[in-house]
């Protein structure tokens, strides 16, 4: 016998120490939090390649995707090829109260799983736009944003569901149906951004280098394909830490990110998961939205080839 502390069958360790600086909460905060957001949890991660930001005792945070040597083999798993480093990931699955309860154990903070599934055939399952605020915005500014995409949906007959990101900004959630190509799901989510654009461009940018936003709230339209998002109900390493929390439309402009912390949440939550109960049926996407999106540059590739030609005329003038 240790005397260790037993969660959910893993061991744990060292439950009564600061989580990070700034945090007020301990690491046994962070483990009653995922024992009770776990099923919750689950429903977002499940079959979907997981990577995850740990934060130990006086040092930065660091993102892990792939499992290290000393990951228990009942771990669910997945190997996949990562084309960005040439090499094979092998991703944590986070589909049971086990797995996430070793990854508190590990001062895994944050829980981001990629926006495909394991099995890709069926394609994406969510659009996501994410709103950005400029420096010197508030996150009124952000919920501006997110009304804007959320008008643009309307009028094509679509709809989504909105958290907090647990930082600044939100991020809109679009069910779509199965069988959508990731390219085709990649031009759509531009399309919705930039018709929310035109909607008031005042408000709402789809400018992709930060100097070209002018104080506008960010309409970011990249997450997309492989890439992942910060899940629904995962904390934050941020002070007091946040979780990203869902919200109805109608109270996203009467609260602050402040106001989701993993003590709070608990409370604030009881039995419910309106994730799940706010999201919308899976929706078709209109043809003429996809077309549009196809005639959208994709702004990583643009901002590249923008950046290069700014840096050559600034040469030539030195």
Do not use: C
């Not at 086990?98 to 895994?108: I, K």
Request: glycine content about 8%; proline content about 8%.
């Amino acid at each position: 016998m240790t005397g260790k502390e037993v969660r959910g069958g893993v061991e744990m360790s060292n439950l009564d120490q600061a989580l990070f600086d700034g945090a007020e909460a301990t690491k046994r905060d962070l483990v009653d939090y995922l024992e009770f957001a776990v099923e919750r949890l689950v429903r977002v991660l499940r079959d979907r390649p997981l990577s995850v930001v740990r934060v130990r005792p006086g040092q930065e945070p660091f993102m892990q995707k792939n499992l290290p040597k000393y990951t228990p083999e009942w771990v669910p798993r997945v190997t996949v090829w990562a084309e960005s480093s040439h090499r094979e990931v092998t991703y944590a699955l986070g589909n049971d109260e086990r797995t996430l309860l070793w990854f508190g154990n590990q001062r895994a903070v944050e829980y981001h799983p990629t926006l495909l599934p394991v099995d890709h055939s069926a394609g994406p399952t969510h659009l996501v736009l994410d709103l950005d605020p400029s420096p010197g915005q508030t996150f009124r500014d952000a919920a501006a944003g997110a009304h804007l995409i959320r008008a643009a949906l309307v009028a094509d007959g679509l709809d989504g569901a909105v958290k907090t990101s647990g930082a600044k900004g939100l991020h809109v959630f679009v069910p779509v149906e199965p069988g959508i190509a990731i390219e085709d799901a990649a031009a759509a989510t531009r399309a919705i951004a930039a018709r929310a654009e035109r909607i008031d461009p005042s408000v709402g940018t789809t400018a992709f280098i930060k100097e070209d936003r002018h104080g506008k709230v960010f309409l970011d339209s990249t997450r997309a394909g492989g890439a992942t998002v910060i899940a629904a109900y995962s904390p934050r390493i941020r002070p007091g830490v946040p979780v990203s929390f869902p919200l109805r439309w109608n109270d996203i402009d009467d609260v602050t990110p402040a106001d989701f912390t993993l003590r709070s949440v608990p409370n604030l939550l009881g039995d419910t998961d309106p994730w799940a109960t706010e999201m919308p049926a899976p929706h078709k996407l209109p043809a003429d939205l996809v077309a549009e999106g196809h005639t959208i540059p994709i702004a990583r590739v643009q901002a590249m080839h923008e950046g290069k030609r700014r840096a050559r005329a600034r040469r030539a003038t030195e």
